[in-house]
């Protein structure tokens, strides 16, 4: 007698069990491995599209033409007279002289061409504007470069439209 009410009590339970893991735990299974499906194709989706674009962009698709190489043409130097003039004088007794060796980087051989008939006006331009520098205008390198910039100025404007890359200093010297 003892054993048949254990057992019909392990029966019980058993059933009980059971129904409740078909009750309760099937409604739950459908709904948490649909949810996790649906996230991982979704997650898989966006990683996937992601890394195809990468690809597309950096190694796949379209075939570019390679560039252009454009052709640099070599710069033209054209020597100009040397230049002495002397500065202009502050109040002191002693006169100060400057001395310049001035080249102008033109950007090709047609340029020069142009520059050759105003040689003489170019040489009286820079000489007019240098004799006006005080000794003072010339301090620094700050100074060059602003009388490098003025005489770049005033060279463009003697032969505009045409434009010459650079006032070049091969010598200055300030005695």
Do not use: W
């Not at 309760?24 to 979704?42: H, S």
């Amino acid at each position: 007698m003892a054993s048949k009410p254990k057992e019909a009590a392990k029966e019980a339970d058993a059933e009980t069990t059971t129904e409740e893991a078909v009750e309760g735990a099937a409604p739950a299974k459908r709904k948490l491995p649909l949810k996790l499906i649906l996230m991982a194709v979704g997650g898989l989706l966006v990683v996937g599209g992601g890394g195809f674009g990468a690809y597309k962009m950096f190694f796949g698709g379209h075939k570019e033409p390679p560039p252009a190489v454009a052709t640099v043409k070599p710069a033209v130097f054209v020597d100009l007279p040397e230049v002495l003039v002397n500065l202009s004088n502050t109040g002191s007794e002693r006169t100060q002289y400057l001395k310049v060796k001035i080249v102008l980087e033109l950007a090709d051989q047609e340029l020069m061409q142009q520059i050759q008939p105003v040689m003489p006006r170019l040489t009286d331009t820079f000489q007019t504007y240098l004799r006006e520098l005080r000794p003072t205008d010339l301090d620094g390198s700050a100074g060059l470069y602003r009388l490098k910039e003025e005489l770049t100025r005033r060279v463009n404007a003697l032969i505009a439209p045409s434009k010459v890359n650079a006032v070049l200093f091969k010598e200055i010297v300030v005695q």
